[in-house]
């Protein structure tokens, strides 16, 4: 598991392998939850990551945890973007 920021610290990308014979095992959500904590407390404001459609699993992980799917409507095995803001934006001025 590797996440990587942006000079200003406001986007995290990463990325995480599971062996195949350790799939199915909820691995990947115990990651993701490690790394999403882990951005967070370094100041992240945004986690963004790819994984492949026919992970369902993970989608609907994301999903029911407020995590924006990008879904792109091509074939199963392409990419799903997510995106997770990890902070609230701060308001604009005069927003009030």
Not at 60 to 81: C, F, K
Request: proline content about 4%; charged content about 25%; aromatic content about 4%.
């Amino acid at each position: 598991m590797r996440a990587v920021a942006d000079p200003g610290n406001l986007r995290a990308e990463f990325a995480v392998a599971v062996r195949s014979d350790c799939k199915r095992q909820g691995i990947d959500s115990l990651l993701l939850g490690k790394i999403v904590a882990y951005c967070r407390a370094r100041g992240a404001r945004e986690l963004v990551w790819i994984t492949v459609a026919i992970n369902r699993a993970i989608l609907r992980h994301a999903e029911s945890s407020g995590i924006h799917v990008l879904r792109t409507g091509r074939p199963a095995s392409d990419g799903v973007a997510l995106r997770l803001l990890l902070t609230r934006m701060a308001e604009p001025p005069g927003a009030r």
